[in-house]
Each structure stands twice: as structure tokens, then as C-alpha cells.
């Protein structure tokens, strides 16, 4: 076996936690100065634990749940599910904090929150936050580390070998119009002699259209999809200095809509031609007035009273 091996196993064997009780007896000794032969070595050994800890503490970023294990250790589902023994039951701190039993026929003070509804609220987890993993859309850019990489010494302390982490995502938000814009400034040349144009050559990005597909979509899905009508749109971009005027706007959307307009001639001929057709045929009540329009049988028939009687009537 190698020496690390023997090492982590005399670790293991020496491996030492807080014991709640046995740390309250010996503080009870101390206080009346009684301290037995066995005391010492059990506070030379919480004595090492403190330095343990100052030290984790000291050299780098701890959890809180890396310092309860170390402090008492890890935690099993037995451990989780243990209850207090029927035979030592919690002590009042004085006896004008001691309320008398219940009665057997009351209920529990429906104010007062039930054991099992205390454990179901500690068992919830989450910070109301969203991890990094929902912003799927947001562009992604890498961060490297230019002046050391994985394997190199550490430049603190010149002993350790750096090894490589997992990134740490960080999100920052910036507000942009809801159409934007790029403008490409061509660089131009002319000859003095035949007034020939040389053009510099546009990205690929740049596409051949003035306005993107995404753009377009992004108008309709605000129009239709959000309800924001297209001068409220239109004002919105003229205030951040790009303007999109209403006219323009409808135009992209019509291209839009004809663009998709096959299909859905298409799926109006399927429909055309099916057999059974599913719609909603909930009963709507609706009041029905003289002389107004969807009128009622019994008012077309009505013996022309002053104020004839109000029906309904319930369509689907």
C-alpha cells in the first residue's frame, strides 16, 4: 500500500466531530474545576478541530455544509429521520414558560404550524433565483486566463500545481431596442481619369436584405403575439435613435403573412375535406332586446307591448 494510502486511512482513524453532550459535561467540569484525568485529551483534540478549522477558514472559500461535516460529521438518512426518545422529552426553561397539556378532545391551535408542515418547509430548497442554465439564448462569451494555464505552478505559494475548474458563469443584462440596427460604412474609391467606383466588400453577416427575418418575425410577434400596437412600437424605436415608422412596420408584417400564406391555404383545404371537425360548443347566456340584433323568436311574435318582457336565450 502506498504512503498516501496509509495516510488517508490514518486520517480516517483519527477522524474526530463534536459531541454535543459530551462538550456540555466538560464545560460543566471546567466551570466548577473539576477536571478529570480523561479531560485532557479530549481537549487537546477539540483544541486541534479549532486549528483545523481556522485554517480552512483562513486559506481559502468554504461552505457552510463543508464546515458542519467537519464539525459533525456527514449526515446519514437514519441520522435525517431519528426523533427525540419518548423517555427524555424537551424541558421547559422555567416553570412560567410550562403551558399544561391539551386536552384529549381539543385539536391543535390551527395557528400553530404542525410538525410535519415545519419539516416540509425545511426540506424546500431553492433561492428563488434562476441558474444560468435558463438564459439559452444569451450570447456566450469566453473569458480565458492569459497569463497562467491548467498545470503551471501556483503563483501564490509555488508549490502547487494549478488544475482546472469548471467555469463560473456570470450574466449581465443590457438593454437594447426591440429592432436593432447595424450600419457598414463602405470605404470607396474613384478614379480621377474614368470615374471608376471601387467598393469595399460587405460581411457575409450583412446578408442581402435591409431588414432581417428576425427582424420581421420580432415585429409581428409584437404585434400579434404581445399586443403592442405599431405606433406604440414605432415611438419606442424613435426614442432610442432607431426609427421604425408604423407604415414600414405593416409592409414587413404583410411580407410575413404571405409568406405563410400557402400553408395555410393548404391546411383550409385539409379542412375542407374532413370528415369530423372539433369546435367549442360551450353554451354562451346572452340577453336578447326588441328590435335589437340575434332577436328571439318570441319578440318577432310579441303582441307590441310598451315594454315587452326581456328573454335569454342560450346559444352555442
Same mark, same amino acid.
Given at each position: 500500500?502506498s504512503?498516501?494510502?496509509?495516510?488517508?486511512?490514518g486520517?480516517?482513524?483519527?477522524e474526530?466531530?463534536?459531541?454535543e453532550?459530551?462538550?456540555?459535561?466538560?464545560?460543566?467540569?471546567?466551570?466548577?474545576?473539576?477536571i478529570?484525568?480523561?479531560?485532557?485529551?479530549?481537549i487537546?483534540?477539540y483544541?486541534?478541530?479549532?486549528?483545523?478549522?481556522?485554517?480552512?477558514?483562513?486559506y481559502?472559500?468554504?461552505?457552510?455544509?463543508?464546515?458542519?461535516?467537519?464539525?459533525?460529521?456527514?449526515?446519514?438518512?437514519?441520522?435525517?429521520k431519528?426523533?427525540?426518545?419518548?423517555?427524555?422529552?424537551?424541558?421547559?426553561?422555567?416553570?412560567?414558560?410550562?403551558?399544561?397539556?391539551?386536552?384529549?378532545?381539543?385539536?391543535q391551535?390551527?395557528?400553530?404550524?404542525?410538525?410535519?408542515?415545519?419539516e416540509?418547509?425545511?426540506?424546500?430548497?431553492?433561492?428563488?433565483r434562476r441558474?444560468?442554465?435558463?438564459y439559452?439564448?444569451?450570447?456566450?462569451?469566453?473569458?480565458?486566463i492569459c497569463?497562467?494555464?491548467?498545470?503551471?505552478?501556483c503563483?501564490?505559494?509555488?508549490? #502547487?500545481?494549478?488544475?482546472q475548474? =469548471? *467555469?463560473?458563469?456570470?450574466?449581465?443584462?443590457?438593454? /437594447? +431596442? &426591440?429592432? $436593432?440596427?447595424?450600419?457598414?460604412e463602405?470605404?470607396?474609391?474613384?478614379?480621377?481619369?474614368?470615374?471608376?467606383?471601387?467598393?469595399?466588400?460587405l460581411?457575409?453577416?450583412?446578408?442581402?436584405?435591409?431588414?432581417?427575418?428576425?427582424?420581421?418575425?420580432?415585429?409581428?410577434?409584437?404585434k400579434?403575439?404581445?399586443?403592442v400596437?405599431?405606433?406604440r412600437?414605432?415611438?419606442?424605436?424613435?426614442?432610442?435613435?432607431?426609427?421604425?415608422?408604423?407604415?414600414?412596420?405593416?409592409e414587413?408584417?404583410?411580407?410575413?403573412?404571405?409568406?405563410?400564406?400557402?400553408?395555410?391555404?393548404e391546411?383550409?383545404?385539409?379542412?375542407?375535406?374532413?370528415?369530423?371537425?372539433?369546435?367549442?360548443?360551450?353554451?354562451?347566456?346572452?340577453m336578447?332586446?326588441? #328590435?335589437?340584433?340575434?332577436?328571439? =323568436? *318570441?319578440?318577432?311574435?310579441?303582441?307590441g307591448?310598451? /315594454? +315587452? &318582457?326581456? $328573454?335569454?336565450?342560450?346559444?352555442?
Amino acid at each position: 500500500m502506498s504512503g498516501r494510502g496509509m495516510k488517508k486511512e490514518g486520517d480516517r482513524a483519527t477522524e474526530f466531530h463534536v459531541d454535543e453532550q459530551e462538550l456540555q459535561a466538560l464545560s460543566q467540569r471546567v466551570a466548577d474545576r473539576r477536571i478529570e484525568g480523561k479531560d485532557w485529551e479530549t481537549i487537546h483534540r477539540y483544541l486541534l478541530l479549532f486549528l483545523k478549522l481556522s485554517r480552512v477558514l483562513q486559506y481559502g472559500r468554504v461552505r457552510m455544509r463543508k464546515i458542519a461535516r467537519m464539525l459533525f460529521g456527514k449526515r446519514t438518512e437514519k441520522e435525517r429521520k431519528k426523533k427525540d426518545p419518548p423517555d427524555n422529552p424537551p424541558q421547559p426553561q422555567s416553570s412560567a414558560e410550562a403551558t399544561p397539556p391539551a386536552p384529549a378532545g381539543k385539536e391543535q391551535d390551527a395557528g400553530l404550524p404542525s410538525v410535519g408542515e415545519t419539516e416540509s418547509q425545511e426540506a424546500k430548497k431553492g433561492h428563488g433565483r434562476r441558474p444560468a442554465s435558463d438564459y439559452q439564448n444569451a450570447e456566450t462569451i469566453v473569458c480565458p486566463i492569459c497569463e497562467n494555464k491548467a498545470g503551471d505552478l501556483c503563483p501564490a505559494c509555488g508549490k #502547487g500545481r494549478l488544475r482546472q475548474l =469548471p *467555469a463560473e458563469v456570470v450574466i449581465r443584462f443590457k438593454g /437594447n +431596442p &426591440p429592432i $436593432t440596427a447595424e450600419r457598414y460604412e463602405r470605404e470607396r474609391l474613384r478614379c480621377d481619369t474614368c470615374g471608376q467606383v471601387y467598393k469595399a466588400e460587405l460581411p457575409e453577416k450583412a446578408g442581402d436584405e435591409k431588414y432581417d427575418a428576425s427582424a420581421k418575425t420580432s415585429i409581428v410577434m409584437s404585434k400579434y403575439g404581445s399586443g403592442v400596437p405599431f405606433y406604440r412600437l414605432g415611438m419606442q424605436q424613435a426614442q432610442q435613435l432607431i426609427p421604425l415608422p408604423p407604415g414600414t412596420q405593416w409592409e414587413l408584417a404583410e411580407e410575413v403573412a404571405d409568406s405563410i400564406l400557402p400553408g395555410y391555404l393548404e391546411l383550409e383545404r385539409q379542412a375542407a375535406g374532413s370528415e369530423l371537425l372539433f369546435i367549442d360548443d360551450t353554451p354562451v347566456e346572452r340577453m336578447t332586446v326588441p #328590435g335589437g340584433v340575434g332577436q328571439s =323568436p *318570441a319578440f318577432k311574435e310579441h303582441d307590441g307591448n310598451v /315594454n +315587452p &318582457p326581456v $328573454t335569454r336565450s342560450d346559444d352555442s
